[in-house]
Structure formats: structure tokens, C-alpha cells
């Protein structure tokens, strides 16, 4: 079988390979080879494994990378952002380091709801327009599959417009995107103390119209369905919704199939954690004050931890997720950036992990699991990428590190050198 690319001589290739989410003992495995090659053809990965034996199969067709004196990756998966809004929150930020906290603004008709009102305002193309430049941004920094939330439409119209626009996105842009359906992101002005009536709406109108949605069963992703979501998230919170009334939501979500995801203990521990184990959630993301046996309740049902270190740091506190107490427990720990216009306009997963070995207590390794594997795990999505083995896509990345430490040790600057996303080479940044 011919071979149209191989990646050589890199100083580590990690395989990530596996077949289950990685916990406890074997979070930090990262399956490295030595002097290690990858070949693909196609979209897909055909082989793994020894430099000189996968050089001998090449062919006058074959093209060739030396990787000598870098590492070889899988491309990361950010399984949780919200990377589709339109305008800013610069002004919010300005007033944040001046002392007002994120719920004073939101209280005050600022946070999500600014964002809500721009993005009621954009068209499809303004949405889509916006948001491409933040997706070439995390393509640039080694992201090749990521999940985005709609959440600033919070009305019917505008909430299928924001997954109109993920579905554009993702048929255009190399990336590939994993859309979740987050209406019940807060309760929209216009709700103001007729709460019940709006997760009235969520139950009622906006899920069984998201449901409607045609599956467009893969035009770049054998399982993704653009049109569909796969997801269902609540934000479950201070000024956000109840546990009672995230409970009404998500289990009408699943009744209706979709998978589901929940913001638990960002600000308050209402709950969630548990709620989520108890509904059999793919992933509970955040988790900044969630108790040790509401972790083993997740480990239990196989909830994911999705922790998001960026948007700690992002809003100037120190309560990190206790990451360490996660892998402890045997949940698997997937990271993710939560890029958004309020509180982690990010788009960088190597400063994600970064901060995640210095304030969550995670290993490099871990947190390189936690930002491949895994986080492929929480999206269901393991079968294709995540890892490099064969018949998987080859979404790759070459860092320019000779260590995989690097990846967490240093920081601030971009450490990827060429990002290939199936099986092309997308980005090969001049030195
Ligand atoms: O994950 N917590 C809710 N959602 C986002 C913030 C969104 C926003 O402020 O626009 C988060 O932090
Ligand atoms: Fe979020």
C-alpha cells in the first residue's frame, strides 16, 4: 500500500495509544516510541512505529518530514469551548481588574448577556467571520478537533443561527468542530423572573427543534453531526440555573438521545457533579469546588472531568480545580480551554496545559493525555482521533521541543511546529 506522507526521526513519538480513557495509574501514559515515524495516507494514519522500518516501505510518491530533535503528538482536542460569538468584553475585563466581580456584571445586565445581545445582532456570515479567526488561532496552536457551545442566542432563532454558523465553520475551516446544543447558558433578560418559563422554553420549543435538526451524517466526520448536536450542556450555577431546573433539561436531553455535558462548580457547588454521574453525563467541565466524594461518584459512572485552568487564571483567581484529587479518585481528567469573550479568551491548549501542571497539580504527561485522549473520550470521539494508531485520522502535530516536558515547562510562546490535519499539512510555520 503506498504511503503519501511519513513523519520521521522524531526524538519522541506519542502514541497516546489505548483503548480506554486513561485514570488514576495510568493518566500520565503516554505510549512513547523512540526514534519513532508515522505514515499517512489519505486522511488516515496507516502506521506507527520504527523510523527505519516505515522508511523502507516509501515509495518515489512519498514525501517525507525529518523530525529530528522534535516531538510527535496527536493534534489536541479542546472538548470544551464557546469559540462562536461576536464582539468583545474588553470593557468587562478593564472593570473586573478594577474590583467588580463576574456575577456583579452579570447582575448588572453585563457578562453572557452582552454577548447574547451582539450576537442576536450578527448575521450568520458576521458569526462566521468573527469566529474564523479564533479557529485559525487554535489550529495554530496544535487544536484539530474542538467542541463549541451555542449558548449567546438563548432564543429559539438565534440559538439555530449560532449552530448554523458551527455547521459553516466546520464545512469550511480545516478544524474539525463538535457542536453542543447550551441554551440553558443563563436566563435571557427578557426572562427576568419568569425563570421557570424560560427552562419551559429550553424543554419544550428548543430542544425538540434542535432535535428536528437533519443529521448530516458526515461530510468531513464520519459521526459528527453538524446539523444535530451531539451535546446538551446546562450551566448549573450562582445566576446561572438551578440543580432542579439543570435536572429538567438535561434529562429531557437524554430522553431525546442527545449526550450530555454540564458547567458544574465554577462558581458554587450546587450539585452538578453528582447530577452528572447520576444522569450517565459524558463529561462534568470546570469543577473548581467539587468534593472528593462527588468525584468518586463520577469516577463510578465514568463522567469525565473536563477542568479548564484557563478560565481560573482568566478571571484573576486562584481556586484552581484540585486536579491531583481527580486522577487520585480514578475519574479520567480531560483539559480544555473554554475559550470565550468573558472569562478565557484563549486559544492556546499548550498554555492550557501550562498552567494545568503548575495550579492543578497535574504531570506533563497527564496533562497531555488530558488534552488528547481523553478529551477525545469526553466527545465520544476516541474511535478517530485523539491517539495516533493506525486507521485513525492523521491529525499530527510536530512541537519543536525535544522533550514532551517542554510542552508544560515552558510557555507564553507557541511550541508547535507543523500542525497536519487529515493527513494534510495545514500549517508548517517558517523557522
Ligand atoms: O465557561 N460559565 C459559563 N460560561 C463560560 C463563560 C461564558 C461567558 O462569560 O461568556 C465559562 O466560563
Ligand atoms: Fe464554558
Known sequence: MSIDLIVHSANQVLTLAGDAPKRGATQGDLAILRDGALAIRGERIIAVGDTRELLARADAQTRTIDARGKIVLPGF????????????????????????????????????MSTVRATRAATVDALVAQSRARLDAL?????????????????????????????????????????????????????????????????????????????????????????????????????????????????????????????????????????AAELGAASADHLMVTRREEMRAMAQANVV?????????????????????????????????????GTCWCESMPFVIAL?????????????????INAAYSLRIADRVGSLAPGKLADALIADVPDYRHLAYRFGANPIATVIKRGKIILDPPK
Open 77 to 112: 482536542v479542546d472538548a470544551h469551548t464557546h469559540a462562536v460569538f461576536a464582539g468583545d468584553r474588553a470593557h468587562e475585563f478593564e472593570m473586573r481588574l478594577q474590583g467588580a466581580s463576574y456575577l456583579d456584571i452579570q447582575k448588572a445586565g453585563g457578562g453572557i
Open 356 to 372: 494545568a501542571c503548575r495550579y492543578e497539580k497535574l504531570t506533563p504527561a497527564e496533562a497531555i493525555v488530558a488534552a488528547t
Open 139 to 275: 489550529l495554530a496552536h496544535g487544536t484539530t478537533t474542538a467542541e463549541v457551545k451555542t449558548g449567546y442566542g438563548l432564543d429559539t432563532a438565534t440559538e439555530l443561527k449560532m449552530l448554523d454558523a458551527i455547521a459553516a465553520l466546520d464545512a469550511e475551516h480545516a478544524l474539525d468542530l463538535v457542536p453542543t446544543f447550551l441554551g440553558a447558558h443563563v436566563v435571557p433578560e427578557e426572562f427576568k423572573g419568569r425563570e421557570e418559563e424560560y427552562v419551559a422554553l429550553v424543554v419544550e420549543e428548543m430542544l425538540p427543534g434542535i432535535d428536528r435538526r437533519p443529521k448530516t451524517e458526515d461530510r468531513k466526520h464520519p459521526s459528527s453531526v453538524v446539523g444535530r448536536p451531539s451535546f446538551c450542556d446546562v450551566f448549573c450555577d450562582d445566576g446561572a440555573f438551578t440543580l432542579a431546573q439543570t435536572r429538567k433539561i438535561l434529562t429531557r436531553a437524554k430522553e431525546l438521545g442527545f449526550g450530555l455535558r454540564v458547567h458544574a462548580d465554577e462558581f458554587a457547588n450546587l450539585g452538578a457533579a453528582t447530577l
Open 305 to 341: 472531568a473536563v477542568l479548564l485552568p484557563g478560565t481560573t487564571f482568566g478571571l484573576g483567581k486562584t481556586n484552581f480545580a484540585d486536579g491531583r484529587a481527580f486522577v487520585e479518585e480514578n475519574v479520567p481528567v480531560a483539559l480544555a480551554s473554554d475559550l470565550n469573550p
